[in-house]
């Protein structure tokens, strides 16, 4: 059972997880300070919504494939509308996992500390151990990169997905980044408006993305999403940087 009047809401956007997701749901309902927990059904093919909902999970579901940064802002507005009584008074803070983390969640706890504290406004996970990756890292150096030119700080993990913020901040950066270019222009708003940002280490792990042509096809996606985002955030703007971010 969620804590009746927890102050973090763990919003996880899914798509064909039906084998991992009843394990992250079950995980990340045991965290500290949840009582909000949506699982945002972005266009599966397989039981995902079921498997999620017999796990506890509140379920919002897309018809169709909208992607990341749709399924994100689809989740934090069902967690505003599910904000009821006391929880209401203070909006959650935002909690975002990959519905592929299964039992690994449960190690996510240290990501909602500073933001809870006070001390940050959003925080992105480092892997402690690193899994295997089929690809190049051509997408995440593009991101990582690009982050750097347009703010001056470049994260260990730009692509990093478990994330930390306050509503505040989740707002201030609406409309997100298209489909896989949200964090990398997450990232880039909030700096830029002067938020402080804090790399957190959490011992995380997700599904291995492979080398076949499927995980090819995903891959190139995530680089136009990344670069589109980039594209849209030139250097030029004046940043607001207050000081550098901290590691965590």
Same mark, same amino acid.
């Given at each position: 059972m969620?804590?009746p009047h !927890?102050?973090v809401?763990?919003?996880?956007p899914?798509?064909?997880?039906?084998?991992?997701i009843?394990?992250?749901?079950? %995980?990340?309902?045991?965290?500290? !300070?949840?009582?909000?927990?949506?699982?945002?059904?972005?266009?599966?093919?397989?039981d995902t919504?079921?498997?999620?909902?017999?796990?506890?999970?509140?379920?919002?579901?897309?018809?169709?494939?909208?992607?990341?940064?749709?399924?994100?802002?689809?989740?934090?507005? %069902?967690?505003?509308?599910?904000?009821t009584?006391?929880?209401?008074?203070?909006?959650?803070?935002?909690? #975002?996992?990959?519905?592929?983390?299964? =039992?690994t969640?449960a190690?996510?706890?240290?990501?909602?500390?500073?933001v809870? =504290?006070?001390?940050?406004?959003?925080?992105?996970?480092?892997?402690?151990?690193?899994?295997?990756?089929?690809?190049?890292?051509?997408?995440?150096?593009?991101?990582?990169?690009?982050?750097?030119?347009?703010?001056? /700080?470049?994260?260990?993990?730009?692509?990093?997905? @478990?994330?930390?913020?306050?509503?505040?901040? #989740?707002?201030?950066?609406?409309?997100l980044?298209?489909? /896989?270019? =949200?964090?990398?222009?997450?990232?880039?708003?909030?700096l830029? @408006?002067?938020?402080?940002?804090?790399?957190?280490?959490?011992?995380?792990?997700?599904?291995?993305?492979?080398?076949? /042509?499927r995980s090819?096809?995903?891959?190139? @996606? @995530?680089?136009?999403?990344?670069?589109?985002?980039?594209?849209?955030?030139?250097?030029?703007?004046?940043?607001?940087?207050?000081?550098?971010?901290?590691?965590?």
């Open positions: 969620l804590p !927890g102050d809401a763990v919003v996880i899914a798509r064909n997880e039906a084998d991992r009843r394990a992250t749901v079950r %995980a990340a309902a045991g965290l500290p !300070g949840v009582g909000i927990l949506v699982v945002v059904d972005d266009g599966s093919t397989d919504a079921a498997v999620a909902g017999d796990a506890g999970a509140s379920v919002v579901r897309h018809a169709r494939n909208r992607g990341k940064a749709a399924a994100m802002e689809t989740g934090a507005e %069902a967690v505003r509308l599910l904000e009584g006391p929880d209401r008074a203070v909006p959650h803070h935002l909690l #975002f996992l990959d519905g592929d983390l299964g =039992a969640a190690g996510a706890a240290p990501l909602a500390g500073p809870r =504290a006070g001390q940050a406004d959003m925080t992105i996970a480092v892997f402690s151990s690193r899994v295997r990756q089929g690809g190049h890292g051509f997408v995440v150096a593009l991101s990582g990169s690009g982050i750097m030119r347009a703010t001056g /700080w470049r994260p260990a993990q730009p692509l990093n997905g @478990q994330r930390c913020l306050t509503r505040t901040a #989740f707002e201030a950066a609406l409309p980044a298209r489909g /896989w270019g =949200a964090e990398t222009g997450l990232t880039i708003d909030l830029r @408006q002067g938020m402080r940002v804090v790399e957190v280490e959490v011992p995380l792990e997700h599904r291995a993305t492979g080398g076949d /042509w090819q096809v995903h891959r190139a @996606q @995530q680089f136009a999403d990344v670069a589109r985002a980039l594209a849209s955030r030139q250097p030029g703007a004046r940043t607001l940087l207050r000081g550098a971010p901290r590691r965590g």
